[in-house]
Structures are given as C-alpha cells and as structure tokens.
C-alpha cells in the first residue's frame, strides 16, 4: 500500500497498519429531535471529497487509538493541513 | 557441445562446472553460470520455442526476457523465461506449444495461412451463425496459446516477503545507478539498490571495449561494484527485477535466490523517501522481413553471448545495425573468430570514428546507409539480403547469424507507472519522460545518454537530486554536478528508421502475438489509429512480453504510416507489473496461522476432530460420528466439558466504563448488580446485531464481559471508535488469550464440581444466572457463572490459561466416576439449537436486527441520554413488519432436517433455513429459520428448497420455540 499515516502516538507507519474509519462528521447527533433520515444521513451519507478530506482511522496493527488525518483523495497521500495543495 | 571461452574477464560461467539437466527427456550439460537458454544455446538448440499463432520458429533474440520466444516449460512450471532463469542441476526443461517438436512443428503449416487472418480476425470472423464459435474456439485454443500447467500442480521452493525502507532507492545498477547509489552514500543515506541481473554494472559488465586508456568498461562496472559493495550505508538486491512503483515512493520488486538464500524468490516491498530510475535501455528491433527467424538476435544479446556465457553465436554474422554498440559487437565477436562479411549500418554518417576506424583495421566491410530487408532459411537464418535504405540496391550473403538492433529503448516503465508522461524527443528518437513525480528522478542511459562519463555523470547528478529531497544535499553540490555534466556530451543522437523498405507481411513487430507490419497497416486501416488501439485490435503487444519488443516501434510505425506531421501519439501504457511475477512470489510464505486454546493438545489426544473456526482451531467432534449422538446424549443425561476458551473476554475499568458499556450495549446496564451475569447485545448503527455476551460488574467502575468467538478481535476498535468523540476516562483490555474458559454441562455437573472447590455449589448457594470468584486448593483465581446455554445445568468457569490444563485435569478426575466425558462445538451446536438459544453469524447474518431474532426483550427503551448505538435505527425497524422474523420449526412426518441453508418457497423466495437437526433429544427434525413475518404465525406450513435438490421440496411447520425443555427447568435446576 503506497499509503502512510502519521499515528499520534506511533508516528508515520506503514499503511498496512491502520484500518479505515470513514470521513469525519462530527459527534453522534442528539437522539432527541432526530427522523430516520437525518440518522441515515449520518450514517451513511459522505462528502466523497475529490481532494484533500478528514477522516478516521484506527491504529489497527499498533497503539489501537482512534484518530483523525488529513488526506488527498485525489493522490492518497498525507496531507498536514486541510488546505495542503501539494 | 561446442566449445566455450575460457579466458575472457567478462565470463560469468565456471566451464569446469558441468551442470546436468534434461531437455525433451534427454540428458545435456551447461556449465555452471549459465541461463536454461544459454545452456541450450552451447548444446546446439536454435529453435526454442513456435509462436503462438503461426507456429513460427523462434530463437534466442535479446536475452532481457522481453519476449516469449525462450519461454519454455521448466520442472512443470510453463512460461518461464530461459534466457533470464539461471540453469540448475537436474531441471526438466521442455518446449511449449507445438505438435510433435520445436523443430518439426505439425503446425508449422499455420504460417502460410496467415492470408486467412488478417488483424482482428477473431472479432470479424466465426461468430455467424453463432454455433460455429464455440467449436472454432476449442480448435483455436488448442493450437494456440502458450503454456499449460497441470490443474495438481505444486509449487515446489519457499517464497518469502521483506519489507524494507530505506532514504534513496536506486532502480537499477548500471553505472548510472552506481554512481547515484554511491553518491546519496556518501552524503551519509542509506540507499537500496535494485537490479534485475545477478549481478551489478549493467551494460559495462560484459563490454570488453575501453573505458578509459588501461581500462575496459567492464573493469569500471568492477570497479563501481566494489566500491558499492564496500560502502556499508548501500544494500544492494540483486536479481531483484522492479515490478511496480507507487506514489509515495513505494518500489516493488521480486528476488530470485542464489542456492545459498533461504528462499526461492521473495516479494519486495521498498519504502524510500527519494527514487531514482536507472534502468538503461533494451534495443529497438529492427523491422523487416523474418526478423524474429532463429539466428535473428540483437546486438547486445550476440555479445552478452560472447563476453558473458563464453559461447560465439555462429560462425558467419551478418550486422544490420544503428548504434555504435553495434560496431562494438562486431569489432569484438571478430576478435573471437566470428567471420563478419558486412556490415550494414542504418546511419549515413555520425559513427564513433574509434569505432568505425576499429572496423576498418580488421578489414570488416560496412556499408553505410544500408539495412537487412530479409532474413532467409526455413527454420534457421540462411542467407540475409541487405537494401540500401531507398530499397534501390540490394546484396545477398550467406550467413548463421544476423544481429539486427535498429536503435535503443529507454526503459521508462518505473516512471510511467508511478505517473510520468512519455513525450517525443526528436534528437533522440526516444520517448522521454516528462513531468517526473515528486522526489523520482531519472538517470543514465534511459535519457539517450551514451558517453560513458556522461551516464556516470547524469547518475551521480540524479543520486545528488535525491539526497537533496533528504536534506543532505547542498544546492552548492547540486550546482556543482550540473555544472560537470555540461562539459560532457549530451544524449545521443538515435536512429530514426523503423521499418526497413519491405512491405511487411513476415515483417513481426510483436512476436508475442505474431503481429506483423501489416496487420499493423490493416488495424489502421479499420480506424484503430492510435497505439492503444492498435493493440487492442491487432494485439500487438498483448502478450507476455508486456510490450517490450513493440515498445516505441508501435508508435513510431503508425505516426510513419499516417504521415503524421508531428509525433504526438504514444507508446501504449505499461503496468504493474513490469515484469511477469509468480503468484506464489506475491502469497509469499504460507501462512496457516490459527490460535489454538491451553486445551488443545489434551483435546486433541482425547481424539478431537478440529476445525478452522474463525481464527481459532477448535475441537468440532469427539468421535467420526459427526451426527453427534453420544456426546449429546452424555450432556442432556450425564455431564460433558466444552473447552470454550475462545470466547472474547474483556475487562473495561475506569470512571467512564459504565458510560461506554451504555453505548454500546442495548440493554441499561446501569441497573446490573454484582453478583449478577447479565445477558445482552451490540447492535451497529443500522440496528443489526453484531455480538452478544455477558457483562458481570466486578466491583466499582470495573466490569467483565464476554464476546462471541468472531468478536473478540474487533471489540476494543468497536468501544473505541464509537466513544471517540466522548474523551472519557476508560480502560479495555483483552483477556481473551489470558483466560480459559470451561464449560460443565449436564444433570451431573454439580456433583463433579462440588468434588473440586469449596464453595457452596448448590442451588440456593449457586444459583442459575449467578456469579462467583472463588479460588481453586487457595491458589487458583476463578470466574464462574451459572449459564444455561445448552439448555441443562451449566457451568462456565473462566481460568487463568496457564491454570487451564489444571482445572481441567481436577475436573475430569472427580468426573472419572460419572464417566465425564468431552463434547466439540457440534454436539453443543445441536444442544443449544434444541433450546433455540442463537449463535450470531448462523441464526443471523449482516441484516439481520436485534428485533428479528426476537432478542428485543434485551433493548431498554427506558435507557436515554446514552446515544446507544444502533437504537435509533432499532425504534425505526420496529415499525418495519416487512423484516423476516426467527421461527423454529418441525419436520412433517418425521422426515429428516434440511440443510442448513436450504431456502424457504412459495411461489419466491421466503426465507432461509439457520440451523435444523435430526434432534437425538427430541426424536424429531427442528431448526431455525428466518421466514418473512407473515410466515412466522405458529402452524405455517414451510417449504424447504435444498441445494441440489432437483425440485424435490421438503415439508415443515412453524412451532413454538423452544423445543427442549420450554420452561428452562434443567437449567435452572
């Protein structure tokens, strides 16, 4: 796998190691107020982003802590900043 | 067997090494040193192999493996390259695709025909009517086509896998990856090299010509490789062909061991901050009528033959060549005894005048601006007839071997596939790469380079460049090697012509495929214009050689033939991987990894049967009767032990452990008390349930659970990712290997137990749904809880694994006098699908929701604030009564159970069969099945459809569940 991530606490590893967690959307919506569709929309809608997005991944093969990078989708590489262009 | 150099300092063989091997079933010696080709060469072998469509004869052509014509079948495997595979002693080495023998082809015949198939003809041709296909493809596959390898076969050797990083990767190690290698060296990096030949120096190596006054290039590639080899910051693969290169840097590759490796060939994968690509140049065919006839062969493969394998290709060479390197050859084969009559060379002018002046002293004709328009001989090259370029004047020679090179090839692959664009460069004739990718840079004769200093120059640069993107390197010494490649010459100039005046029916610009200029010439015709095309319709550059023959002749020929004003159309694209690789090089080492429990060596002598589960092997049954009769008969009237040490056991602690419990499990287990095992469940976020367990709180803010077996590897990733957000103060550790887990089931486990502890084991003193910790003589910690999941008196007692074989021991002695006996996950299968409790993953699956296995009584509606996960899809489904429901259900007339499986019909599709068995216990067949909701009434009459069952429908009917013991006395009691 062409990826590395940088982990928090083990720092840049092997793709290998890490397990996918999805796009960042923020903390579980309140129960109250909630209709099936904006649960759904959480739970299954994403951005699909062409380009640099924020998103979970699992130190799997390592510490097993749970964190978020910044990756170009475009290049499957790294990125520092959410702006990061190249 | 002919004779072979002995004295050259470019051999690479030991001739006092004699190495036996079989070809065609009988005996031939190479020497050591040798590739399978080579070996078969000094044997007098020509004619390798017949090609795949016309069953044209096909020799030894550059000796870089891109082609298939050296492709034979060795020790049962088919398609391996003998020109690039080294000879080792007792190979079984045979011929591939021909009827009777390479040399005598029944389906020579095939080569005349080639009138009746034009470009594409498979497309145009046999597909009306319709039913002629399926009878012309098994004939065309059967004389066509390459290998075979035999449906059985083993791979024999061991294959391995290493993944090492380094700062710079250098790929290839010529001496313009020698230079780059040693250069990012000495700024003090470490740097891999990769080569694909056995050995490092590339086209130095087997060059007798002079480097520098005193010294031959190939005592400069030992040089370098010295020098490389001796700097310790340098780790050199060799026989390491490059397969794939990725983005960030990521190069792969595959080795193939010397005999003294541990392995046959091993995968390799190479992170490197900076690349670079040295990887030289192979030889642009020339193009003209039977240039691929046996005793055709480019130039640097006829003085690789030489210099390197000791063997002088023939004994009268015609040269039809492009390149100084051509003159080369000539100038040292004559040296060696080979008789050169002429030498045609494409280019008017521009040759090395040392070189030329070379020919000239050895009284070698050559004849500028002429070219081989035909090679003639059946089988092998006879006579060659040379034009002058405007095909005006021509001659004729005899002769037994013809090199013929038109120009060179880079060998952009690795910068192609990692992204680069190849674009036209006119001075050299190349395609060049543009737009490199981040930190990969190209070096050496790729970029048309051809003075020796220069490649050095350009490699030393390109290893500087590397450096520089590992912050080694100053721009002063950036500048500074710039500066010393501006005083060397620059690329060379290449040669432009691609087809020699022929009109190109033989002439073969992919031998792979048998693609000649004029299916070329047709395929344009049709309006497949570009490369990509091209190939597609005519399938040039199809076959195993990945492209490496038609390379940029394609290109070049059909902007030639279309008069295109500029050269803007393509090479075809090349992939991972670059070269052919062996899957069993990608599996590597065979990894049967499986956990076993502290129990499964006694299990295993108690005459356990195992089975893969999961990632554990458990014991399935303890006798050949898989029905499992005794052992359920033992556990519902007497008492058995389970070995069920895989089942996932956590500990969570900490202010926040409730909170995350509350999360993930549907049931408020704010309300479980100590002493108390709690049943409950994890949903996902569409409601479906994932895993159940216990949860026993141990004390404050400290509990223990149980997962499934299949769980146990993702619960802590699962707890942790949905209390991400929450920064709560917990601790979860797995003590699924640290704990054992024994289960004693039966009417007579309370006898046998009572024998082993202390503790108070009755019914009032250990009561159904109960917990203890107790220890074992004072000295062994053990976790107990009284279950009831096959349905009779039950107790799972969890122990610390080194303690297991202990516990298990006690328990069996003080069982001896009720006849204790083993029983596997089968008979407990059986046991607790009697009693209707579930096993996720049999009686669920993906879709399956916590309502739908009728498990809702474990949802608290009442639980809020906790976000728990899955429940508000849960609150959704409820209203859904489309779902399919869990049944159980009996066979009519007391017929046998179906199949697990088995499909549930009407009209359509209704449902399927979880779990049914022949219930010793019952005296019926019940399971479980998961029907649509309005089949689940009790008295459906439900029709089983079994795999294979040729419309034979078994009959049953929904009951009431459970089927043993519905009051759950045994358990209880």
């Known amino acids: 796998m062409a990826l590395t991530i940088t982990c928090p606490i083990c720092g840049k590893r092997n793709g290998y190691e890490f397990r996918y967690g999805g796009e960042e959307k923020g903390p579980r919506p309140d129960e109250k107020d909630l209709t099936p569709e904006s649960w759904c929309d959480y739970v299954h809608m994403n951005q699909c982003v062409a380009g640099v997005q924020q998103e979970w991944w699992f130190h799997r093969d390592g510490c097993g802590s749970w964190f978020t990078i910044f990756r170009d989708t475009t290049t499957n590489l790294e990125k520092e900043t959410p702006e990061a262009k190249e | ?118 470009a594409g003809f498979y497309y145009d041709t046999m597909h009306k009517p319709a039913k002629i296909w399926p009878v012309a493809m098994k004939q065309i596959r059967k004389a066509a086509g390459i290998g075979k390898l035999a449906p059985d076969h083993h791979m024999p050797g061991k294959y391995d896998e290493i993944f090492p990083s380094c700062d710079v990767c250098v790929i290839g190690g010529g001496p313009a990856g020698m230079k780059a290698a040693l250069a990012a060296a000495q700024k003090g990096l470490r740097v891999s090299i990769m080569e694909a030949r056995p050995w490092l120096g590339g086209h130095f190596e087997y060059r007798s010509s002079e480097y520098i006054s005193r010294q031959t290039h190939h005592e400069r590639a030992v040089q370098l490789a010295k020098e490389v080899e001796k700097t310790e910051n340098i780790r050199v693969f060799t026989h390491t062909a490059n397969v794939g290169v990725y983005n960030n840097n990521l190069i792969t590759g595959f080795q193939v061991g010397k005999e003294s490796d541990s392995f046959t060939e091993r995968y390799i994968e190479i992170r490197a901050n900076s690349v670079v690509v040295a990887t030289g140049c192979i030889e642009r065919p020339l193009l003209f009528e039977n ?457 007579n486990a309370r006898k046998v137990l009572e024998k082993v502890v202390d503790i108070d084991v009755s019914n009032e003193g250990f009561g159904f749904s109960e917990y203890k910790e107790f220890k074992i003589s004072d000295t062994i910690p053990v976790r107990a809880m009284r279950l009831g999941f096959v349905g009779e008196l039950s107790y799972e007692l969890h122990v610390p694994s080194s303690y297991m074989k202990s516990v298990w021991l006690m328990l069996k002695e003080a069982g001896r006098e009720f006849k204790i006996q083993n029983f596997g996950v089968e008979a407990q299968n059986v046991l607790r699908m009697e009693k209707c409790h579930i096993i996720l993953g049999q009686e669920s699956e993906q879709r399956t929701n916590l309502l739908d296995i009728g498990l809702g009584f474990l949802w608290s509606r009442k639980k809020t604030g906790c976000k728990t996960v899955g429940v508000a899809a849960l609150a959704q489904a409820e209203k859904d009564n489309t779902r399919l429901k869990l049944v159980g259900f009996k066979m009519e007339n007391n017929g046998r159970a179906p199949k697990d499986g088995s499909l549930i019909v009407d009209d359509r599709v209704r449902g399927y069969v979880c779990t049914a068995r022949n219930s010793f216990s019952l005296n019926e067949a019940v399971g479980m099945a998961l029907v649509e909701g309005d089949m689940s009434k009790i008295g459906t009459r439900l029709a089983f459809y079994e795999d294979e069952c040729k419309g034979e429908l078994i009959y049953g009917t929904v009951v009431q569940t459970p089927f043993y013991d519905p009051d759950g006395k045994r358990m209880k009691m």
């Open chain 2, 1 to 118: 067997m002919m004779n072979r150099f002995n004295h050259l300092p470019t051999l690479k063989i030991d001739v006092s090494d004699k190495i036996p091997f079989t070809y065609k079933g009988k005996t031939y010696y190479g020497t050591k040193g040798d590739t399978i080709a080579t070996a078969l060469y000094a044997n007098g072998v020509r004619i390798y192999a017949r090609s795949l469509k016309y069953h044209r004869p096909r020799g030894l052509y550059s000796m870089d493996g891109e082609c298939s014509n050296t492709m034979m079948e060795v020790n049962g495997i088919p398609n391996v390259r003998t020109e690039t595979t080294a000879l080792k002693p007792g190979m079984v080495v045979k011929e591939q695709n021909v009827k009777g023998s390479a040399e005598n082809d029944l389906m020579g015949f095939i080569d005349k025909m080639d009138w009746a198939m034009p």
């Open chain 2, 291 to 747: 240039n691929e006839r046996p005793g055709v062969m480019q130039a640097g493969c006829a003085l690789r033959l030489a210099n390197t394998y000791g063997i002088l290709p023939g004994k009268i060479a015609v040269f039809s060549i492009g390149h100084d390197l051509g003159l080369e050859t000539a100038v040292a084969l004559h040296d060696l005894g080979l008789s050169i009559p002429v030498i045609a060379d494409i280019r008017e002018d521009g040759q090395d005048p040392a070189m030329l002046k070379a020919v000239l002293d050895r009284k070698i004709t050559i004849l500028k601006g002429w070219v081989a328009t035909e090679a003639h001989g059946g089988k092998q090259v006879k006579k060659v007839t040379i034009k002058s370029v405007d095909g005006t004047i021509s001659k004729t020679f005899d002769c037994d071997v013809l090199v013929a090179s038109a120009g060179f090839t880079p060998l952009t692959g690795p910068l192609v596939v990692n992204q680069a664009k190849l674009t036209y460069d006119n001075h050299t004739n190349f395609f060049l790469p543009t737009d490199l990718p981040k930190k990969m840079y190209a070096a050496g004769r790729l970029l048309g380079f051809e003075n020796a200093k220069s490649i050095e120059a350009s490699g030393h640069l390109a290893g500087l460049k590397a450096a520089y993107d590992c912050e080694n390197c100053s721009i002063a010494d950036l500048g500074e090697a710039k500066k010393a490649m501006e005083n060397l010459p620059g690329p060379a100039r290449g040669t432009k012509l691609v087809t020699a005046p022929v009109k190109g029916r033989k002439t073969f610009i992919c031998f792979d495929e048998d693609t000649s200029i004029k299916n070329i010439k047709q395929s344009i015709d049709k309006g497949f214009d570009v490369p990509e095309l091209i190939k597609r319709f005519s399938g040039a550059g199809l076959g195993p050689g990945q492209g490496g023959i038609p390379g940029h002749n394609l290109p070049l020929f059909a902007a030639k033939y279309q008069a295109l004003p500029d050269i803007k159309i393509k090479p075809t694209t090349v992939r991972a991987p670059l070269v052919p690789t062996l899957i069993a090089t990608y599996a590597g080492t065979n990894h049967t990894m499986f956990k076993r429990t502290p129990m499964d060596e006694m299990q295993r002598k108690d005459g356990g049967i195992f089975r893969n589960i999961g990632v554990w092997q458990r014991a399935r049954y303890f006798s050949k009767d898989f029905t499992c009769k005794k052992e359920i008969e033992n556990v519902r009237t007497n008492v058995g032990m389970l070995d069920g040490s895989t089942l996932g056991k956590f500990r969570i602690h900490g202010p926040d452990a409730l909170n995350a419990l509350q999360r993930v499990y549907v049931s408020d287990l704010s309300k479980i008390k100590e002493g108390r095992v709690k049943y409950t469940a994890m949903c996902n976020d569409d409601g479906c349930v994932i895993d159940d367990g216990v949860v026993i709180k141990r004390g404050e803010n400290d509990y223990y659970f149980s997962t499934s077996t299949g769980r146990a590897g993702q619960t802590i990733e699962w707890i942790r990712y949905h209390t991400r957000y929450d920064n709560w103060n917990f601790a979860v550790i797995n003590l699924t290997d640290a704990m054992g887990v024994i289960n004693l089931s039966g009417p």
